[in-house]
């Protein structure tokens, strides 16, 4: 397995290497509106400094520079890298490596939340909802995993403040706002949900498997308190596939293009898992978004869900008929995003038509940004309109 969100890959820059900004992309032709469930965002480097109680500030991960002025981010005793994976979009493809970056190597979209505003007019998408760059994890375990644990609760409220009142405060009418959780205690985590819940946020970022950072599991019971206050205050759970730190590598020498192939494969196991933690079962109003998950698998769960239900009195395991159908908590309790899955759209009987969000993932690789609008007209219709 390899960390999705841990760029841990550097090779070191390339000697003269400079970046290379394609053409302006035009307006793409209004199909529909967008609300992009998954974007991502590179954060400033005075994103903690800014905010943190003084006396934790020196502690606190901060900002330092190569000789080539590339940025890295220095956590505790370790330097991680700005890399291309932070911000592709506006790069061509040759480029996409795994070199430190400057600042100014990225398209200011990636960080300057009026040039975003301005990227996302490029194609349509009214509303976007922000993950944290790869270098804190997608649910802030970098942060959680600070020596200092009072630096690490303090960077995470830090950073929170920044989404909710720089980031999102800046168009609020355009930004959903998803917080980092923390992770340390579960306890303090549901303090901090019910906390933002009441000054506007509206989602949290989760692992689909937190076991996999060496956190207890979804079926320990270890995370109930911060469950309950998910369901109570209505914050979607946001399980950002990856988030774990793994992804699937068949072997040991598979090339990325199988990790990009089996990415979904994260979201199918997360599904099922938590289902038969029976999560739903008892938090009856929790919602649950598998970002960056993909859609098309969809109908194949729900088929091998109906079996494993018609076997239930044969199992010698935990779930038992009284639980319920699991397709009905599937149906019920989660919503799953749609990136570039054209056969999903074909099936949404099974599916769910109000179950199914749209995603841009932008500004990563896979990101479809700046034609959004093409692909979900080519996704959507059995038959392109002619002009």
């Not at 969100?5 to 820059?13: C, F, Q, S």
């Not at 220095?74 to 911000?87: A, C, K, S």
């Not at 319920?324 to 599937?330: A, I, S």
Request: proline fraction near 9%; glycine fraction near 6%.
């Amino acid at each position: 397995m390899r960390s999705i969100d841990d760029p841990g890959l550097v090779i070191g820059r390339r000697p003269e290497q400079e970046a290379t900004f394609l053409p302006e992309p035009d307006p793409e032709p209004l199909f529909c509106p967008i609300v992009s469930a998954d974007d991502h965002v590179l954060e400033p480097a005075d994103v903690f400094s800014r905010r943190m109680p003084r006396a934790l500030v020196d502690a606190a991960p901060h900002v330092v520079y190569d000789a080539d002025d590339a940025a890295y981010w220095q956590i505790d005793d370790l330097r991680m890298p700005n890399v291309i994976l932070n911000g592709a979009v506006g790069r061509p493809f040759e480029e996409w490596d795994t070199s430190p970056q400057r600042f100014d190597e990225f398209r200011p979209g990636v960080m300057d939340v009026d040039a975003r505003l301005a990227d996302m007019d490029l194609c349509g998408i009214w509303g976007s909802l922000c993950f944290p760059s790869a270098t804190w994890g997608f649910t802030g375990s970098v942060l959680a995993q600070l020596r200092d644990q009072e630096v690490g609760l303090a960077a995470v409220r830090a950073y929170n403040d920044w989404m909710l009142e720089d980031w999102c405060g800046a168009a609020p009418d355009r930004f959903i706002s998803c917080q980092l959780p923390w992770l340390s205690d579960p306890e303090l985590a549901a303090q901090e949900i019910r906390r933002n819940a009441a000054r506007g946020f509206r989602s949290v970022s989760f692992s689909e498997n937190p076991e996999g950072k060496g956190l207890p599991s979804i079926h320990s019971g270890h995370w109930d308190p911060f469950f309950a206050a998910c369901e109570e205050t209505g914050t979607v759970i946001n399980l950002h596939v990856g988030s774990s730190g793994i992804i699937n590598q068949p072997s040991s020498d598979s090339p990325m293009e199988v990790l990009t192939s089996l990415f979904p494969v994260n979201a199918i196991t997360a599904v099922v898992d938590w289902i038969f933690a029976k999560i739903p079962a008892r938090y009856p109003g929790i919602r649950i978004a598998l970002s960056e998950g993909g859609t098309s698998w969809v109908p194949m769960v729900v088929e091998r869900l109906h079996r494993a239900w018609r076997q239930v009195d044969a199992s010698m395991q935990s779930w038992q008929r009284a639980d319920g159908d699991p397709v009905e908590y599937l149906h019920r309790n989660f919503w799953f995003t749609s990136i570039e899955d054209p056969s999903a759209f074909h099936a949404l009987d099974v599916i769910g038509e109000d179950k199914v969000l749209v995603e841009t993932d932008y500004p990563h690789q896979d990101s479809t940004w700046p034609n959004a609008q093409d692909m979900i007209l080519g996704s959507s219709c059995t038959c392109r309109p002619q002009p």
